[in-house]
Structures are given as C-alpha cells and as structure tokens.
C-alpha cells in the first residue's frame, strides 16, 4: 500500500471540472485532465495510490510530488503571517501611488482616453480626460507626496497628458517625490520630449514613453505601444524586451479568440508570492490608488466613474480606513475567487484580469468576458482557422 502527495510548494487547485497544479518553486502551472484531477484530488485527501501509475511516476519525475509508505501530512509553504493580514489597524501597504498631474495636450492620438477608448495598458500610458473639475494645486501635490511618504508608498507614478507644457512644474513635483520615495516613474508621449529633457530625467526617474513607432527606440526606457485589439492575434514576432503592448478597442467586440489578451498565453508563470497575493487579492488593483488631475481618488486611472472622493477636501488616509466604501473592502480585496466566472476556474490564482476593461465592456464590476477558457468545459477556445 502507498500513498503520493505533493510537495510543500505545490498546490491542487480545483476548478468546476479539472484541476491544476501550481508549483511556486519552479513557476509551473500543470493543467490537468478530469481524470488525473480526480486522482491528485483523492492522493491529496491520503487516498490509495498505485506507484507504477505512469501519471503519478513522471509528477514524482517533475519534483512535483512523492511516494510514501503510510499516510502523511504536508504542510504547505505559505508567504506572510495569517496574524498579521487580520490585525485591525494596521496600515495600508500601498505599492504603487499614480498622480495625474495635469490633462492637458495639443494631440490627438487614435487611443486617448478623452476618445472613450479602452485600453489594456492605458493605466501605463498617457491619457487625458474629458472631465470637469478644478486641478489639484501644487501645495496639494506635496501635501500627497508627504502622506504617501509617511505610509511608506513604495513607488510613485506621475503621469497626466503632455507633461512638458507646464514643465517647471513638472520639474518641481519630480524633484519633491525623488526626495521623498525611492522609485519615481514618469510616463508621457515618445514626441513630448527632447533630447535635453530626456538627459535630465535620465538619471532620477524610470521613463515609460508611449509611442507609435517602434523604429529607432533603442534600449534606456521603456515603451508603450498600441494595438488594434481587432488585429492583436496577428500579432507575430518578438517584441524587445522593453516594449509593453496596449491592446485598444472601443467595444472589444467582438471577442478575439486567441489574442493574448484573453487567450491561454496571458496564464503567466507563477511563484510564491502571486499565488499568495492572488488568494486574497485583485491581481492589479490591489495596493495601488490613483490621484487624478481634479483630485477624485480611482482605484485605476482608466476607471474614472469608480471615485471614492475628493482629497480637496479629504485627507488621502481616510481613504484607506477599514469600512465597506474604502478602496480596500471594494476593490483591492475583490481577488478572482470573487469573480462570476473565475471563481470555477483553476488557474484564478495565476492569472491576470483587468477590472477597467471588464466594467467597461459589462458595467459590472465582478463579471468576467475577455477570456477564451470556459471552466465549466475545461476548454479553451480556438481561433478560426
């Protein structure tokens, strides 16, 4: 008699009809048949297992689990303190701080939020908006600076159409968050800036330039670059490692089979800490808020009608109080066990999801459509030939 668990690493995840093994040392996600996720479901509860099963043999073989002579019990590795995550008061980790601080410009790029475009990337682009309100002041902005500063934000992020009109302020506010967080990323339009601005930002910020033309980019910054999502399974080639594709569309309708927007290949790799942060967080909007030009709080520069206030007359801490309309409770802990149909899919611990593309598309914040896996088949669906 023997019994096969996996290791302390590796996890079964269920799904409403096969299962998949995560293996956060190595990164892997195994998918599983319905079959072989019976048989890990029954080895994972100490059932009866046979050695000379050639699916059990080669897991053994991957390091993905082992044979045992009598029942065990594995306990599984886990990142953090189950103490911690619970103990009321304690401040807010916050990653990432977005500050738009202007909406101005003289283009009129195709995929602009001011046009009603959705974009996959747009919260790492520039955009301006539509929008009525008074801009924020620039004792204000350091005032903002000084209270992430104080709740130790980990990276701030400035952004807000063409940031070189005004660019002795935009210097002034570079200058103050420099001195008050360790990581400052400053994202604009390729054309925006010169050769003199370039040399001075060289050195105190990290530079995402959007373009429309990948000729002649070279390798010190990073680059953002649209595509029709229409056409985005065209899509052939490999990109350089410092370019990010923006998939843009007005509607994303019809759905695109096969685009790595909601195809199998946007299942990145994982490890411990995704899969930790995906069991009880959103993927991207966790720990992040945005500041926009008039002041409204977002918790994602693309979803402008998500604002949990003012902080003209606010201050930015209350914003992260423990209560049900705090960006926390709506939308940093909406993880995909959350999501209608994510939560019956076994890769909702590995995967991506973009609420600003999905509310925008459904209206709804908790729906899921840009996704070609259906979990209830276990299937995946394939482009036309």
């Known amino acids: 008699m023997m019994y096969f668990r996996l290791n302390p690493e590796c996890y079964y995840i269920k799904g409403a009809k096969n299962g998949a093994i995560y293996d956060l040392i190595e990164g892997n996600v195994y998918a599983l048949t319905s079959d072989e996720s019976r048989m890990i479901e029954a080895c994972e509860k100490n059932g009866e297992a046979d050695p000379q099963d050639p699916f059990l043999r080669d897991l053994k073989h991957r ?15 886990r990142l953090g303190s189950p103490i911690a995550e ?8 916050i990653s990432v701080a977005v500050l738009e601080i202007g909406n101005e ?13 959705s974009r996959s990337r747009g919260c790492l682009g520039c955009n301006i908006w539509a929008e009525d309100g008074t801009p924020v002041g620039m004792d204000r902005w350091k005032e903002l600076i000084d209270e992430l500063s104080r709740l130790h934000c980990m990276s701030i992020l400035v952004k807000g ?37 370039l ?36 899509l052939s080639g490999d990109l350089p490692k410092n370019v990010m594709i923006d998939m843009v569309s007005r509607t994303f309708t019809p759905l695109q089979p096969g ?39 977002l918790p994602c520069p693309m979803m402008r009608d998500h604002s949990l206030g003012n902080i003209n007359n606010r201050k930015l801490w209350t914003f992260f109080r423990n209560t049900e309309d705090s960006i926390q409770k709506k939308y940093w802990n909406l993880s995909l066990n959350d999501l209608d149909k994510c939560s019956a899919c076994e890769f909702r611990y590995s995967c991506s999801d973009c609420r600003a593309l ?22 995946w669906q394939q482009p036309a030939a």
Do not use: M
Not at 63 to 77: L, Q, S
Not at 86 to 93: A, D, I, S, T
Not at 107 to 115: D, K, L, N, P, T
Not at 359 to 366: H, Q, V
């Open 358 to 379: 999905e509310t925008a598309k459904t209206g709804d914040l908790k729906r899921k459509v840009l996704c070609d896996y259906d979990p209830s088949e276990g299937t």
């Open 63 to 77: 390091v993905v689990g082992n044979f045992y002579p009598t029942k065990v019990f594995i306990e599984k590795i």
């Open 86 to 93: 619970y103990q009321e008061g304690n401040p807010p980790v």
């Open 105 to 117: 410009c003289d283009r009129s790029c195709w995929y602009c939020g001011q046009s009603g475009i």
């Open 259 to 297: 685009s790595p927007l909601n195809a199998k290949k946007k299942i990145p790799r994982t490890n411990l800490f995704t899969f930790t942060h995906h069991n009880r967080l959103h993927p991207c909007l966790a720990n992040s808020v945005t500041i926009a030009w008039n002041g409204e709080v």
């Open 161 to 197: 159409g063409d940031l070189t009109r005004d660019w002795e302020k935009t210097r002034e506010i570079l200058e103050y968050a420099t001195e008050h967080c360790k990581k400052v990323i400053l994202i604009g339009h390729r054309e925006h800036f010169s050769e003199d601005k």
């Open 199 to 234: 040399a001075y930002l060289e050195n105190k910020v990290t530079l995402i330039l959007q373009t429309d033309d990948l000729s002649g980019i070279g390798d010190r910054h990073s680059y953002l670059f649209p595509v029709d999502y229409a056409k985005s399974p065209e």
